[in-house]
């Protein structure tokens, strides 16, 4: 059993990165290893924009992954600073259901309780 | 404690990259990481100096680099042959990043717990 950390630093709407996680944290929940956080940092955090607007032919991945963080109490996490450099969030306008604001330091203090950082 | 390398990889206005990097270098360490920073690639720009210009609106961050120190970072590197291949010497970099060949690029890798790439 390993335990991981994930730093997401690239991927919005534009490219397969949020997808790839979701698939990464099913396999590793379901093969009995432990998801210790996923953290959003850089323009990951363009993922979390709570008026993102897809068609309803389209899955929203932000969502999908919000909703397996919960099922398996994987802290789901972002750069609160990132995301407010970009716009993404704000006292009005908070980040889609289930992703929290963190700092970096949250980041840094939970790399030494991981085994492997895995970076999308 | 985790041995932590951030592998910085990008020129230094072109992107957040090279920013945002540093500011993660500086939290990783602040809660007593063993963090080393390695520039590789278009990232060796980031070490050279920067002047003060009216139509160049972007942050000089390059220049807080000098907090490493403070924040207890010693290990600070460049790659030798990304400055090589584009003409420059270590002499030239306002921030002395200490140059690594290829093979103890290999040994500082190997190292690491963590390799945070930016």
Same mark, same amino acid.
């Given at each position: ?120 | ?56 609106? /972007? +942050?000089?961050?390059?220049?807080? &680099?000098?907090?490493?120190? #403070?924040?207890?970072?010693?290990? !600070?590197?460049?790659? =030798? $042959? ?5 003409? /420059? +010497?270590?002499?030239?970099?306002? &921030?002395?990043?200490?140059? #690594?060949?290829?093979?103890?690029? !290999?040994?500082?890798? =190997? $190292? ?7």
């Amino acid at each position: 059993m390993t335990r991981f950390g994930l730093l997401i630093t690239s991927g919005s709407y534009s490219c397969q990165t949020l997808s790839s996680v979701l698939s990464f944290v099913t396999a590793a929940v379901k093969a009995g290893h432990i998801i210790d956080h996923i953290f959003l940092y850089q323009d990951a955090v363009y993922n979390i924009a709570a008026d993102i607007d897809l068609p309803s032919d389209e899955p929203n991945v932000s969502i999908l992954l919000a909703q397996f963080c919960q099922q398996h109490d994987i802290a789901l996490l972002f750069c609160v600073t990132a995301a407010e450099k970009r716009g993404i969030t704000s006292a009005k306008r908070p980040a889609i259901n289930g992703y929290v604001a963190a700092g970096l330091a949250e980041f840094a203090m939970r790399q030494a309780q991981i085994d492997k950082l895995v970076q999308f | 404690m985790r041995n932590i390398l951030v592998l910085q990889q990008h020129s230094p206005f072109n992107s957040s990259h090279g920013r945002e990097a540093l500011d993660l270098a500086l939290a990783l360490a602040a809660v007593e990481h063993n963090v080393s920073v390695l520039f590789r690639g278009d990232a060796v720009y980031q070490l050279l100096s920067t002047n003060d210009h009216a139509d160049f609106k /972007l +942050k000089a961050y390059s220049r807080s &680099f000098k907090l490493f120190s #403070l924040y207890d970072i010693e290990q !600070v590197y460049v790659c =030798a $042959a990304s400055l090589g291949e584009r003409g /420059l +010497k270590p002499e030239q970099l306002a &921030f002395a990043a200490e140059p #690594l060949a290829q093979n103890a690029i !290999v040994d500082l890798l =190997a $190292a690491q717990h963590q390799v945070v790439t930016c």
